[in-house]
């Protein structure tokens, strides 16, 4: 009779962290260089394990020696991307019982008000239309009180008309982003993240860059319109998306939402 692998519960469980945990390193590094070097490092593991199976002890000792003795280089090398890393993790807020439930999507709609996309999108065609640059980042489930800390703070419930005013090019409030936190716009002029990505076409600007910065880290999304061409980007986990129709898009963004 053939003996089994004894296999656990803390044995799943231990395969789900480390599957989430590669999920996020993949995730962090994706569309930079670092993700060649991390392929790189893997493969090497790889060979490694496998000459140490095949017990070729001279291989595998080189390889078990570059490998344990290179982990002060990784983290030079790494340094930006585990910063970025433990950024990601560190604005996911538990710390209040609001923030705690509303990790939670069957409670959300109890917890939180809906937010009126009509309202953001009006604002935005129009802005299109007028080839008014602007930058809308709506707050999901990451807390992002560590950017609205660099703004300036607003309390005002989503309003098409204060939203075109936001960005007109005569305001001083129009550099920058605008974050909504359940309906309400709670900051104005804020600082975002620049995103690092070798696969952003060259024809796309800093507010192109701050949009997909801010979406790489945090599970925000972000809506922007083009000063120079008037489009309007769609943006979520750091890829964008044009869209033409503003029902299609407002469907996108209460799928994202809900």
Same mark, same amino acid.
């Given at each position: 009779m053939l003996d089994f692998i004894d296999f656990s519960f803390l044995d799943v469980l231990d395969i789900l962290l480390v599957a989430t945990l590669l999920y996020y390193i993949y995730k962090l590094l994706k569309g /930079?260089?670092?993700?060649?070097?991390?392929?790189?490092? !893997?493969?090497?593991?790889l060979i490694w394990k496998i000459t140490q199976a095949l017990k070729? &002890?001279?291989?595998?000792?080189?390889?078990?020696?570059?490998? +344990?003795?290179?982990?002060? !280089?990784? @983290?030079?090398?790494?340094?930006? &991307?585990?910063r970025k890393f433990l950024l990601m993790i560190g604005t996911t807020n538990f710390s209040t019982k609001r923030n705690f439930?509303?990790?939670?999507?069957?409670?959300?709609? &109890?917890? /939180? +008000?809906?937010?009126?996309?009509?309202? @953001?999108l009006n604002a935005c065609n129009s802005m299109s239309r007028s080839k008014t640059g602007a930058l809308i980042v709506v707050e999901r489930t990451n807390n992002l009180d560590f950017l609205i800390?660099?703004?300036?703070?607003?309390?005002?419930?989503?309003?098409?008309?204060?939203? &075109?005013?936001?960005?007109?090019?005569?305001?001083?409030?129009?550099?920058?982003? /605008? @974050?909504?936190?359940?309906?309400? @716009?709670? !900051?104005?002029?804020?600082?975002?993240?620049?995103?690092?990505? /070798?696969?952003?076409?060259?024809?796309?600007g800093l507010r192109h860059r701050a949009a997909i910065g801010v979406s790489e880290k945090t599970d925000a999304v972000c809506i922007l319109v083009s000063e120079e061409t008037g489009e309007i980007s769609y943006i979520k986990d750091g890829e964008f998306v044009l869209y033409n129709s503003k029902k299609e898009l407002n469907e996108k963004l209460k799928n994202d939402l809900a």
């Open positions: /930079t260089v670092a993700i060649n070097i991390f392929i790189g490092i !893997a493969l090497i593991f070729m &002890e001279m291989l595998s000792g080189i390889l078990g020696y570059l490998l +344990s003795g290179g982990v002060i !280089a990784l @983290i030079i090398v790494f340094q930006q &991307e585990i439930f509303k990790q939670l999507k069957f409670l959300q709609s &109890e917890i /939180t +008000s809906e937010i009126d996309t009509d309202q @953001i800390n660099t703004g300036d703070a607003m309390n005002a419930l989503v309003n098409e008309v204060i939203l &075109e005013s936001i960005f007109y090019k005569n305001s001083p409030l129009h550099d920058g982003a /605008t @974050i909504i936190r359940d309906n309400y @716009i709670v !900051a104005t002029r804020v600082i975002l993240p620049i995103s690092d990505s /070798t696969k952003i076409p060259s024809r796309f």
